[in-house]
């Protein structure tokens, strides 16, 4: 018997077509009838596809389809490894004190116009902080008062006052310039310093005064926490280092080693401070447990500042116009910037400007710098630190006394003065007394290769 091209047996056999239903007066068509013709192509693709050959094609298709998810899963795994072990290996590199992220060439050149001035001292800013979530800003003057930004409205939260010598009842201030603060690093505690030899602790949400420190048998000129802790580091024109507990209200200890004042201090969150000397042309890192201390030469002139790149390299600015980039393991800078910003003066008698100020972006290859030549540059730091590559100029008259980049790096702050923060050698009357937030935006990523 052979099957017909409906599908139906054609045979004399067939109990549809001679049925006596089938052969009556049309009331019942054939069954086949009432089943919609399919075209030849379905009809002969069922006809070769056996039922085995069918279970084999769909076996096939659900292991590839199992073969696409596995490999979609190992690929989504990949990159979470790739994510990963990056993480860990910056992790590694901080507590290392190595990490250098790649973050200088994404920064666009500032527009001017988008620098955001803030006015409120009457005399020249001598040092700012920025509080750990960015949100406001602290900044002190020669006018003796230390006054709380927001950063969001540009507004006077709080504002510390002179305290007048002698008067007895009067709210708690400096009464001689403020020339160093610094804030802890869970916000707690802010301390100040100044000329008179004092240091002065606030709770740095409310500015209420809590402790007087003293013991400084000059100006304080520098001061930082040791990171995670409520350690506080201080130094002065009498030379010494002093350490301090400031939960505890306590005093701690004094190192000695600088020949000359010293001029600034550094922190991060290893138990050493690191300083610059001043006129004795040093740079120093002070081991703190081991009372020992490490000897940096390089600069020719007043070393003014100096900031922490990371927990083994820092940047240092000189009045010879230059800066330093420093690693621990080497006596010598790694790289050195002469007349980083440039000369002044009369043709045959020019001297380079000042670097008043630097700063640094925590584990970064940015770094700022401050002086009167009317603008704060950007840096790049090459790979390793030894190499410094200028990015941009940000105009600004003024002394540039003080540099703090914001914990996320996406703004950079500056105190502006008439005078430099230590002394009355020039007076710029064009300058601003002022707080100035500098903007820093980022370049979009060029879309990676083949995306």
Not at 2 to 9: L, Q, T
Not at 165 to 174: I, M, R, V
Not at 183 to 195: F, N, T
Not at 253 to 282: I, K, N, P
């Amino acid at each position: 018997m052979e099957a017909g091209r409906d599908g139906v047996s054609s045979g004399w056999g067939s109990s549809e077509e001679h049925s006596p239903v089938a052969r009556g007066a049309g009331l019942v068509p054939p069954a086949h009838s009432l089943v919609p013709r399919r075209n030849e192509e379905e009809e002969e693709e069922e006809l070769e596809e056996t039922a085995q050959e069918k279970k084999l094609r769909l076996a096939k298709l659900y292991l590839e389809q199992l073969k696409q998810q596995e490999e979609e899963k190992a690929e989504a795994r990949e990159f979470e490894e790739d994510q990963v072990a990056g993480r860990l290996k910056e992790d590694v590199l901080e507590q290392r004190g190595r990490l250098q992220k790649s973050v200088a060439k994404e920064i666009q050149a500032p527009d001017p116009a988008d620098i955001r001035i803030l006015r409120g001292h009457q005399l020249s800013i001598t040092c700012l902080v920025i509080t750990p979530d960015d949100l406001a800003i602290f900044s002190a003057a020669k006018d003796c008062t230390i006054i709380k930004w927001s950063v969001e409205s540009g507004r006077k939260l709080h504002v510390i006052p002179r305290a007048k010598k002698g008067a007895e009842g009067q709210p708690s201030g400096h009464s001689s310039h403020v020339l160093c603060m610094a804030i802890s690093s869970d916000g707690k505690y802010l301390a100040s310093g100044d000329r008179s030899k004092l240091i002065l602790i606030w709770e740095a949400q409310s500015c209420q005064h809590l402790y007087t420190f003293t013991g400084h048998r000059d100006a304080v000129s520098g001061l930082a926490f040791r990171r995670g802790t409520h350690q506080l580091y201080s130094t002065s024109h009498d030379r010494s280092v002093k350490v301090w507990n400031v939960a505890e209200n306590s005093y701690v200890e004094t190192l000695f080693g600088h020949q000359d004042a010293v001029a600034a201090l550094d922190a991060l969150s290893r138990e050493c401070c690191v300083t610059a000397g001043g006129r004795d042309g040093t740079v120093r890192v002070w081991k703190i447990p081991e009372e020992s201390q490490l000897v940096f030469y390089g600069h020719q002139g007043s070393i003014d500042s100096i900031q922490l790149i990371n927990e083994e390299h820092m940047v240092s600015g000189a009045d010879d116009g230059s800066v330093a980039l420093w690693g621990l393991s080497k006596k010598r800078p790694l790289a050195l910037q002469r007349e980083a910003h440039g000369l002044r003066g009369e043709l045959g008698l020019e001297q380079p400007f000042w670097v008043s100020s630097v700063a640094a972006l925590l584990n970064t290859d940015l770094v700022a710098t401050g002086s009167h030549s009317s603008s704060v540059r950007l840096w790049q730091c090459g790979e390793g630190f030894r190499q410094l590559d200028l990015l941009c100029d940000i105009p600004l008259v003024g002394f540039i006394n003080s540099l703090k980049f914001s914990s996320a790096g996406d703004f950079l702050v500056a105190g502006v003065g008439q005078e430099h923060r230590l002394g009355r050698w020039w007076r710029i009357k064009e300058a601003r007394n002022s707080v100035c937030i500098i903007p820093l935006h980022r370049a979009p990523r060029p879309p990676a290769a083949g995306s």
